[in-house]
Protein backbone atom coordinates (compact mmCIF):
# COMPACT_ATOMS: atom_id res chain seq x y z
CA UNK A 1 0.00 0.00 0.00
CA UNK A 2 0.98 3.66 -0.95
CA UNK A 3 1.64 5.69 1.87
CA UNK A 4 3.86 8.68 4.19
CA UNK A 5 5.79 7.01 6.80
CA UNK A 6 6.94 9.02 9.61
CA UNK A 7 8.96 8.06 12.78
CA UNK A 8 9.36 7.92 15.24
CA UNK A 9 6.41 8.54 16.39
CA UNK A 10 7.02 10.32 20.07
CA UNK A 11 10.68 11.94 20.31
CA UNK A 12 12.02 13.28 23.47
CA UNK A 13 14.92 15.57 23.22
CA UNK A 14 16.80 17.91 25.68
CA UNK A 15 16.80 21.71 25.14
CA UNK A 16 20.11 22.77 23.10
CA UNK A 17 20.63 19.25 20.76
CA UNK A 18 19.46 19.18 16.73
CA UNK A 19 16.87 16.35 16.40
CA UNK A 20 15.82 15.13 13.11
CA UNK A 21 12.21 13.76 11.60
CA UNK A 22 11.79 11.25 8.91
CA UNK A 23 9.44 11.33 6.41
CA UNK A 24 9.43 8.81 3.55
CA UNK A 25 6.60 8.67 0.66
CA UNK A 26 5.71 5.90 -1.91
CA UNK A 27 3.65 7.83 -3.92
CA UNK A 28 5.35 8.96 -6.25
CA UNK A 29 5.03 12.06 -5.50
CA UNK A 30 6.85 15.22 -6.90
CA UNK A 31 6.10 17.72 -4.15
CA UNK A 32 6.49 17.07 0.22
CA UNK A 33 5.42 19.52 2.90
CA UNK A 34 6.47 19.97 6.39
CA UNK A 35 3.96 21.08 9.09
CA UNK A 36 3.83 22.39 12.52
CA UNK A 37 0.52 22.00 14.91
CA UNK A 38 0.25 23.42 18.49
CA UNK A 39 -2.65 22.89 20.67
CA UNK A 40 -5.69 24.15 19.42
CA UNK A 41 -4.40 25.66 16.52
CA UNK A 42 -4.00 24.73 12.37
CA UNK A 43 -1.07 23.55 10.28
CA UNK A 44 1.62 26.01 9.88
CA UNK A 45 3.93 25.69 7.43
CA UNK A 46 7.56 25.06 8.01
CA UNK A 47 8.97 24.53 4.40
CA UNK A 48 8.22 22.38 1.10
CA UNK A 49 9.68 20.91 -1.94
CA UNK A 50 8.41 20.43 -5.33
CA UNK A 51 11.40 19.02 -6.68
CA UNK A 52 14.49 17.20 -5.21
CA UNK A 53 17.05 19.08 -4.47
CA UNK A 54 14.94 22.21 -4.56
CA UNK A 55 12.76 23.49 -1.46
CA UNK A 56 11.52 26.69 -0.07
CA UNK A 57 10.94 28.31 3.56
CA UNK A 58 7.43 28.27 4.42
CA UNK A 59 5.39 30.66 7.03
CA UNK A 60 7.64 29.39 10.26
CA UNK A 61 10.96 28.33 8.85
CA UNK A 62 13.42 29.52 11.37
CA UNK A 63 15.23 27.06 13.54
CA UNK A 64 14.66 24.48 10.75
CA UNK A 65 16.20 23.16 7.96
CA UNK A 66 15.48 20.16 5.38
CA UNK A 67 17.00 18.73 2.08
CA UNK A 68 15.53 16.65 -0.38
CA UNK A 69 18.36 14.26 -1.92
CA UNK A 70 15.76 11.79 -3.10
CA UNK A 71 12.47 12.03 -4.56
CA UNK A 72 10.74 9.55 -1.50
CA UNK A 73 12.75 11.42 1.86
CA UNK A 74 12.30 14.64 3.21
CA UNK A 75 13.78 14.55 6.56
CA UNK A 76 13.38 17.96 8.68
CA UNK A 77 15.69 19.15 11.25
CA UNK A 78 14.53 20.96 14.31
CA UNK A 79 17.83 23.10 15.40
CA UNK A 80 18.78 24.32 18.72
CA UNK A 81 17.77 27.49 17.23
CA UNK A 82 13.98 27.04 17.33
CA UNK A 83 12.40 28.96 20.48
CA UNK A 84 9.61 26.37 21.38
CA UNK A 85 10.35 23.36 19.85
CA UNK A 86 7.60 21.33 21.54
CA UNK A 87 4.73 20.38 18.85
CA UNK A 88 3.22 17.95 16.74
CA UNK A 89 4.97 17.80 13.34
CA UNK A 90 3.01 16.51 10.36
CA UNK A 91 4.59 15.97 6.96
CA UNK A 92 2.71 15.13 3.78
CA UNK A 93 2.89 15.29 -0.40
CA UNK A 94 1.27 15.92 -3.50
CA UNK A 95 1.17 15.67 -6.92
CA UNK A 96 3.04 18.52 -8.37
CA UNK A 97 1.41 20.79 -10.52
CA UNK A 98 -1.75 19.99 -10.13
CA UNK A 99 -4.05 22.20 -7.94
CA UNK A 100 -6.99 19.50 -7.33
CA UNK A 101 -4.14 17.52 -5.57
CA UNK A 102 -5.01 17.07 -2.29
CA UNK A 103 -2.39 16.98 0.41
CA UNK A 104 -1.75 13.26 1.88
CA UNK A 105 -0.47 13.37 5.22
CA UNK A 106 1.72 10.77 7.65
CA UNK A 107 0.66 9.67 11.20
CA UNK A 108 2.80 12.30 12.28
CA UNK A 109 5.46 13.35 14.99
CA UNK A 110 5.01 14.44 18.57
CA UNK A 111 8.19 16.09 19.30
CA UNK A 112 8.67 17.30 23.34
CA UNK A 113 11.62 19.15 24.18
CA UNK A 114 12.78 19.57 27.77
CA UNK B 1 -6.27 39.48 8.18
CA UNK B 2 -5.43 35.61 8.00
CA UNK B 3 -5.68 34.15 4.60
CA UNK B 4 -7.92 31.13 5.87
CA UNK B 5 -10.64 32.01 8.95
CA UNK B 6 -13.11 29.50 10.69
CA UNK B 7 -14.65 29.74 14.00
CA UNK B 8 -13.01 27.93 16.58
CA UNK B 9 -15.91 26.86 17.77
CA UNK B 10 -17.20 24.36 19.54
CA UNK B 11 -19.94 23.49 17.69
CA UNK B 12 -22.73 21.56 19.18
CA UNK B 13 -25.85 19.79 17.38
CA UNK B 14 -27.48 16.75 18.73
CA UNK B 15 -27.25 13.29 16.87
CA UNK B 16 -29.34 13.23 13.73
CA UNK B 17 -28.77 17.21 13.15
CA UNK B 18 -27.20 18.95 10.57
CA UNK B 19 -24.17 20.36 11.11
CA UNK B 20 -22.82 23.32 9.15
CA UNK B 21 -18.85 24.51 9.02
CA UNK B 22 -18.28 27.42 7.53
CA UNK B 23 -14.82 29.23 6.04
CA UNK B 24 -13.30 32.22 4.49
CA UNK B 25 -10.18 33.11 2.38
CA UNK B 26 -8.68 35.84 1.70
CA UNK B 27 -7.03 35.26 -1.39
CA UNK B 28 -9.09 35.65 -4.56
CA UNK B 29 -6.69 33.14 -6.83
CA UNK B 30 -7.11 30.17 -4.63
CA UNK B 31 -8.74 27.80 -7.38
CA UNK B 32 -8.65 24.38 -4.55
CA UNK B 33 -10.93 24.30 -1.07
CA UNK B 34 -10.02 21.16 0.77
CA UNK B 35 -11.95 19.86 4.11
CA UNK B 36 -9.76 17.71 6.36
CA UNK B 37 -11.26 16.25 9.55
CA UNK B 38 -9.08 15.11 12.70
CA UNK B 39 -9.25 13.43 15.84
CA UNK B 40 -7.71 14.43 18.64
CA UNK B 41 -3.93 13.13 18.39
CA UNK B 42 -4.27 11.66 15.09
CA UNK B 43 -3.33 13.06 11.41
CA UNK B 44 -5.65 15.10 9.06
CA UNK B 45 -7.59 12.79 6.62
CA UNK B 46 -9.36 14.25 3.83
CA UNK B 47 -13.70 14.64 3.59
CA UNK B 48 -14.66 16.67 0.93
CA UNK B 49 -12.38 18.97 -2.07
CA UNK B 50 -14.34 21.43 -4.16
CA UNK B 51 -12.91 23.55 -7.18
CA UNK B 52 -16.11 25.14 -8.82
CA UNK B 53 -18.84 27.10 -7.49
CA UNK B 54 -21.89 25.24 -6.39
CA UNK B 55 -22.51 21.97 -3.91
CA UNK B 56 -20.47 19.57 -4.22
CA UNK B 57 -22.11 16.02 -2.51
CA UNK B 58 -20.16 12.44 -1.14
CA UNK B 59 -22.64 10.53 1.48
CA UNK B 60 -23.52 12.78 4.04
CA UNK B 61 -21.06 15.24 3.60
CA UNK B 62 -21.87 18.50 1.17
CA UNK B 63 -19.34 20.82 0.09
CA UNK B 64 -20.59 24.53 -1.02
CA UNK B 65 -18.15 27.36 -2.88
CA UNK B 66 -18.71 30.78 -3.61
CA UNK B 67 -16.23 32.25 -4.94
CA UNK B 68 -17.46 35.51 -5.72
CA UNK B 69 -18.06 35.83 -2.10
CA UNK B 70 -14.74 33.68 -0.78
CA UNK B 71 -16.90 31.70 1.32
CA UNK B 72 -16.63 27.86 1.53
CA UNK B 73 -18.59 25.58 3.59
CA UNK B 74 -19.27 21.98 4.77
CA UNK B 75 -22.53 20.35 5.78
CA UNK B 76 -23.12 17.15 7.76
CA UNK B 77 -26.01 15.60 7.61
CA UNK B 78 -27.59 12.82 10.12
CA UNK B 79 -24.27 13.78 12.33
CA UNK B 80 -23.12 11.07 14.56
CA UNK B 81 -21.09 11.21 17.38
CA UNK B 82 -18.24 9.60 15.29
CA UNK B 83 -18.33 12.90 13.35
CA UNK B 84 -17.19 14.90 16.72
CA UNK B 85 -13.44 15.95 15.78
CA UNK B 86 -11.91 19.22 14.57
CA UNK B 87 -12.07 20.36 10.96
CA UNK B 88 -9.77 22.44 9.27
CA UNK B 89 -10.13 23.71 5.97
CA UNK B 90 -7.50 24.27 3.28
CA UNK B 91 -7.17 26.09 0.79
CA UNK B 92 -4.59 26.14 -2.46
CA UNK B 93 -3.21 29.26 -3.85
CA UNK B 94 -1.70 29.06 -7.12
CA UNK B 95 1.64 28.46 -6.24
CA UNK B 96 0.19 25.36 -5.37
CA UNK B 97 0.76 26.26 -1.60
CA UNK B 98 -1.73 24.53 1.18
CA UNK B 99 -3.21 26.99 3.68
CA UNK B 100 -5.21 25.79 6.46
CA UNK B 101 -7.40 27.66 9.15
CA UNK B 102 -7.34 27.03 12.62
CA UNK B 103 -9.89 24.64 12.49
CA UNK B 104 -13.74 24.18 14.02
CA UNK B 105 -14.29 21.69 16.76
CA UNK B 106 -17.24 19.67 16.13
CA UNK B 107 -19.05 18.20 18.86
CA UNK B 108 -22.08 15.73 18.02
CA UNK B 109 -24.10 14.79 21.31
CA UNK B 110 -25.76 11.75 21.67
Known amino acids: DGGITQSPKYLFRKEGQNVTLSCEQNLNHDAMYWYRQDPGQGLRLIYY???????QKGDIAEGYSVSREKKESFPLTVTSAQKNPTAFYLCASSRQGDIISPLHFGNGTRLTVT | QKEVEQNSGPLSVPEGAIASLNCTYS??????FFWYRQYSGKSPELIMS????GDKEDGRFTAQLNKASQYVSLLIRDSQPSDSATYLCAVKSPGNKLVFGAGTILRVKS
Open chain 1, 49 to 55: SQIVNDF
Open chain 2, 50 to 53: IYSN
Open chain 2, 27 to 32: DRGSQS
